[in-house]
């Protein structure tokens, strides 16, 4: 297993959740939720790259939202484009890693806590970011090797 802190992140429509490692790259925990830049601005790049430049990251982590059946959906192409839109920009690798039911099961994370549905949109992009970024340190743990795919600087 690879040491260094790591950040998960979970791209949604409106609203980005960010996730961090310990420098044992053992456990995830939550940073924040970010709001989405529209029309041209990239406040949430800049603002997931110092959280990058802070913590001295040796990698970021994107969900890649696939189909149950594993195919593309909606929301597929958003991530991939976010993830080579960091990765021009980051001196760090950029992995995108499966991320079927993240936001399902983060919602059902919270609720099972007792949180209200109404107090849930806050964290609940950062509750999905902590799965994302667990479940590839967990994949690397198991494996040895990196999880997920490498994003380039060509596919920005």
């Known amino acids: 297993m690879r040491t260094g802190a790591r950040l998960g992140i979970d791209v949604g429509r409106a609203r980005i959740g960010v996730a961090r490692s310990d420098g044992a790259g053992s456990m995830a925990l939550p940073v924040e939720t970010v709001p989405r830049s529209r029309g041209g601005r990239d406040d949430d790049l800049a603002t ?20 149950l059946s594993g195919g ?8 991939r484009a976010f993830a080579a839109a960091l990765a021009a920009r ?12 993240s936001t399902v099961s983060a ?9 209200p549905a109404k107090r849930q949109r806050s964290v609940v992009d950062q509750v999905a970011a902590v799965i994302i970024l667990q479940h590839a340190l967990d994949l690397e743990r198991s494996s040895g090797r990196p999880p997920g795919n490498l994003v380039t600087r060509d596919d920005a």
Not at 58 to 67: A, C, K, N, Q, R
Not at 72 to 79: F, H, I, M, V
């Open 48 to 67: 997931i790259t110092a959280h990058a430049d802070e913590l001295e990251v040796v990698e970021v982590v994107v969900g890649l939202p696939l189909s």
């Open 107 to 115: 919602q059902g994370a919270l609720r099972a806590s007792g949180r």
């Open 72 to 79: 593309d959906t909606p929301s597929t192409g958003d991530a």
């Open 90 to 101: 980051l001196s760090v690798p950029v992995r995108l890693v499966d991320e079927r039911l």
